[in-house]
């Protein structure tokens, strides 16, 4: 017996096989433009890396050439790493215990920073730093009496005095408001304390070495990065 399907019924399982056409097609749309949508997402993030690992290339360059015949009169060390200008010599720095800055080390700042923040200030660079941080670093040693747990916390107070002496040092040099205004939203003033300590081979604490300061430069990659996140986050929202 054969039994014929009504016009209806006919009609019926076309309009459905329509629809999930349809939304086929509209499921295709959306995953090309999800998948569009992810790959100027990544091609935006790889452009931003790209462009501040050459700015962080350059700005290494420019700072070996600019200091290289006084890094090693200063007992200073350019890490290209974590672009930063570390002072290592706190026989010059500082008075043992002390916040105050010793001559000696004033006559290095005044040759080093105006130089410094020329550099970062050019056309090149200047849009690209977010942040200057004066990085004041000790050993983990308090002299007196003290556990190790005190020997931070007192060893952190000295620190942040230190990094805020210098920074107002070398803010008291920049007569151009501009310029001061520029640099005063960005540099800062970071006591760490015995928090990054330098190790000789044998893993043993540098005590020298790890009493020092570090001018370090951040980049505002990581922020535009995010921004980027974010704004992809609300178009998906």
Same mark, same amino acid.
């Given at each position: 017996m054969k039994i014929f399907k009504s016009s209806k019924e006919e009609n019926q399982w076309m309009s459905i096989s329509d629809l999930m056409s349809v939304l086929m097609i509209i499921f295709l749309f959306i995953s090309i433009v999800y998948m569009r949508s992810v790959s100027q997402k990544n091609n935006q993030i790889t452009s931003i890396a790209q462009?501040?690992?050459?700015?962080?290339?350059?700005?290494?360059?420019?700072?070996?050439?600019?200091?290289?015949?006084?890094?090693?009169?200063?007992?200073?060390?350019?890490?290209?790493?974590?672009?930063?200008?570390?002072?290592?010599?706190?026989?010059?720095?500082?008075?043992?215990?002390?916040?105050?800055? %010793? !001559?000696?080390?004033?006559?290095?700042?005044?040759?080093?920073?105006?130089?410094?923040?020329? $550099?970062? /200030?050019?056309?090149?660079?200047?849009k690209y730093i977010e942040e200057i941080r004066i990085e004041g670093h000790t050993s983990s040693?308090?002299?007196?009496?003290?556990?190790?747990?005190?020997?931070?916390?007192?060893?952190?107070?000295l620190s942040q005095d230190r990094t805020r002496k210098v920074l107002e040092y070398v803010l008291s040099q920049i007569k151009d408001e501009e310029l001061f205004i520029w640099t005063k939203n960005r540099?800062?003033?970071?006591?760490?304390?015995?928090?990054?300590?330098?190790? %000789? !081979?044998?893993?043993?604490?540098?005590?020298?070495?790890?009493?020092?300061?570090?001018?370090? $430069?951040? /980049?505002?990659?990581?922020?535009?990065i995010?921004?980027?996140l974010e704004q992809s986050k609300r178009l998906n929202n």
């Open positions: 462009t501040y690992e050459k700015t962080q290339v350059e700005i290494t360059h420019d700072l070996k050439e600019e200091f290289a015949k006084n890094l090693q009169i200063w007992n200073a060390v350019l890490d290209s790493l974590t672009l930063s200008i570390r002072f290592e010599n706190p026989e010059i720095l500082f008075k043992v215990g002390s916040a105050e800055l %010793n !001559n000696h080390f004033k006559g290095i700042l005044d040759s080093f920073f105006p130089r410094f923040i020329q $550099i970062l /200030t050019d056309t090149k660079y200047k040693e308090w002299q007196g009496e003290s556990s190790s747990r005190q020997a931070y916390f007192n060893n952190m107070e540099l800062t003033a970071n006591g760490l304390s015995s928090s990054k300590l330098i190790h %000789n !081979n044998d893993q043993t604490e540098n005590q020298e070495r790890s009493r020092r300061v570090e001018f370090k $430069i951040k /980049t505002n990659a990581e922020q535009q995010i921004n980027i």
